[in-house]
């Protein structure tokens, strides 16, 4: 089955080609989490949910039955955005051999991937999701003042001490928001190092700002993958919605969701 419905579109494979390309070259440019956490899947389009296993997981037996313990199931949501190209444009492109305008398809590849970072970041309350930053049972450290001084490089290596002493190790992350990512762009007197330098040592240089942080934030994750990964049951991908007045409309839609298996491996700075 086609849930794409690309077959339906009246244009040829060259143009999808074109559109394919525009939206994957903008969603390589502005997914930040996927840049440090490992997928799981794809499972498929017609994957709804998805298991998320505890440290604790087991399987108790009891009168000939078996269940599994340590386990809940989450929903994959659908993620989606939409754009439309004018049907004159299209006809110009098809026929003629003019180029394609897609700034519509770049501006809806990089709403969908704020989309994806938020849902990962801050979650859905409407689902009951959590996401990096409100997750129960993450490690909070009180910030000092990264503006100055070097209160930033003492808090993230407190944060990695938490997470090592407590054998969580791997790749360390650091996810900041903008401002914060700015802030740290300093030299640090009688060092000779911009504060992000040295920060960035720490975690071997998986520092990460990303727009759809908001402001003032930033997590650090142990991100491998026994910890939190990221499920997909379908992956990112262009579809083909309808005809009207005319003008072609398209949807990005993906199916995933964020699996925390071990809070603990959030380091959250307040």
């Known amino acids: ?31 930040v989490c996927r840049r440090f956490l490992s997928l799981y899947g794809p499972l498929g389009a017609g994957a709804a ?29 659908q993620l989606y955005e939409d754009f439309t190209l004018l049907w004159r444009d299209m006809e110009a492109a098809e026929k003629e051999g003019r180029p394609l305008d897609l700034s519509a ?6 709403r969908m991937a704020k989309r994806e970072d938020d849902l ?11 996401g990096l930053l409100n997750a129960k049972g993450s490690f ?19 944060g990695i001490a938490h997470l090592s002493s407590s054998s969580l190790l791997g790749r360390y992350a650091l996810i900041l928001s903008p401002d ?37 934030k930033a997590v650090l994750v142990c991100a491998e993958s026994q910890y939190m ?18 003008n072609h409309a398209f949807r990005i839609l993906e199916t995933a969701a964020l699996r925390i298996k071990d809070p603990n491996a959030i380091v959250v700075f307040e």
């Open 140 to 158: 909070k450290v009180k910030r000092g003042n990264w503006k100055e001084g070097e209160d930033a490089y003492r808090d993230v290596a407190h």
């Open 1 to 31: 089955m086609d849930y794409l419905a690309r077959e339906s579109a009246p244009f040829s494979s060259e143009i999808w080609e074109r559109i394919d390309n525009a939206v994957i070259e903008n969603l390589k440019r502005h997914l």
């Open 180 to 216: 914060v990512y700015l802030d740290l762009q300093r030299l640090v007197p009688n060092v000779g190092l911009l504060e992000l330098d040295r920060i960035s040592k720490l975690v071997d240089g998986r520092v990460y700002a990303t727009g759809a942080f908001g402001a003032n």
């Open 229 to 246: 990964d990221l499920a997909v049951g379908a992956d990112l991908g262009v579809g083909y919605l309808e005809l009207k007045d005319f």
């Open 120 to 130: 990962i970041l801050f979650g859905n309350k409407e689902l009951g999701m959590e």
């Open 105 to 110: 398809a770049a501006a809806a590849a990089q």
């Open 49 to 77: 949910v998805v298991s998320v296993d505890t440290n604790d997981k087991s399987e108790e037996f009891s009168n000939g039955v078996a269940r599994i313990t340590g386990r809940k199931l989450v929903e994959l949501p």
